[in-house]
């Protein structure tokens, strides 16, 4: 069960830093530190989902 709602939490957390992404984006100036430092983060996130998904299955 608490594998279930950190799973949730993380997605919830990688649509954020999308949008995050997005509306930076479209600044007129982005911080593209900022941006980069997002995606970054993004993808360790969607590495920590499709670990824990893998986890799930093999339960």
Do not use: C, F, Y
């Amino acid at each position: 069960m608490h594998t279930d709602a950190r799973l949730s939490s993380l997605q919830e957390k990688h649509l954020r830093l999308d949008q995050a992404i997005v509306d930076e984006e479209k600044r007129s100036w982005p911080d593209e530190t900022a941006v980069k430092r997002m995606k970054l983060e993004k993808l360790h996130v969607k590495e920590e989902i499709d670990r824990l998904s893998r986890m799930g299955r093999a339960n």
